[in-house]
Every structure is written in C-alpha cells, then in structure tokens.
C-alpha cells in the first residue's frame, strides 16, 4: 500500500489545493482526502514525496510537505482511517435538548428532543408553541442544537 503524506495548507483552503491535485493526471497520485475536521492540511497518497513535491510546486495555496525529524509528512492508514467514516448526524444531541428545526415544513420553530434513533440517524421532537403536543420526527441533519441539559 502506497504510503499517505501530510500537505500543509492555507487555512480555509484545503479542499481547493484537494481538487487541483486530483485534477492534475498524475499515476503516482492515488487518492486526496481533505477533512472538514483537519484545519490546514490535505492527505495524499502517492507512491512517494518526490510527485507530492513536484505537483505541489504549480498549486497555490499548498505550503508544502509536512516534515518532522527527517521523516517527510508520512502517515499510516490507521491514523487517517478515523476521518474516512462518516459520523451520524445526530451524535452530540441529547433527550431533553432544545433544538431549532433549520429545514422542512417547521423550519424556525424551537422544540424539545423526546426521542434520538440513531440507526436511522432521526430525532423525535415536540414543538415548543403548539397547542397540543405534536411529536414530529425529522432527519438529524434538519436541526440545530440550541441548548443542551448535558452543558
């Protein structure tokens, strides 16, 4: 397996400096990986540093390979592995939170998580105003935690 290198980054700009070196027709480039989670820095795997540093040399934005101690920016597939899998979207909410619903048909309205489903990454919720309460279930992803009995 070829091995995974560190490209330093500016700020903000790595998933530009990510699809210019995926754009570029390079056999000796396998993948790019840039992370939301890892501010600065895209992964590479290549068959070696010489191709990252050639290709790197025509990319603005790219700062670079990673270096420490003579080892050049190299990293194993265990220690990126954990940033190829997805994280469902209703990790972080809890029973009992305050959430706003940011999309659907009760978009803007505030309400009280009542039950999570994480196999089916959805939250059941019962609106604040409502006259009677109406639980309402919606994909993870259509709320936002406004405030949390775990905080």
């Known amino acids: ?20 070196i995926a754009n570029r027709e390079e056999s000796e480039i ?11 820095y895209v992964m590479v795997e290549a068959d070696g540093d010489a191709v990252i540093k050639r290709v790197l040399e025509e990319i603005p934005h790219a700062r670079g390979l990673v270096s420490s101690g003579g080892n050049v920016g190299k990293s194993s597939m265990a220690e990126v592995e954990h940033f190829l899998s997805p994280t469902p979207d209703v990790e972080g909410i809890a029973e009992g939170d305050i959430v706003e619903l940011i999309a659907g048909p009760f978009k803007g309205e505030k309400a009280r998580v009542q039950r999570i489903d994480e196999t089916k990454d959805q939250v059941t919720v019962e609106l604040y105003e409502a006259t009677v309460p109406i639980p309402v279930t919606v994909r993870g992803d259509q709320i936002r935690v406004l405030d949390s009995d775990e905080r």
């Open 30 to 40: 396998h993948a790019v990986l840039a992370p939301d989670s890892l501010t600065s």
């Open 1 to 20: 397996m070829p091995p995974i290198f560190a490209v330093k980054t500016t700020a903000r700009q790595e998933r530009t400096v990510a699809d210019m």
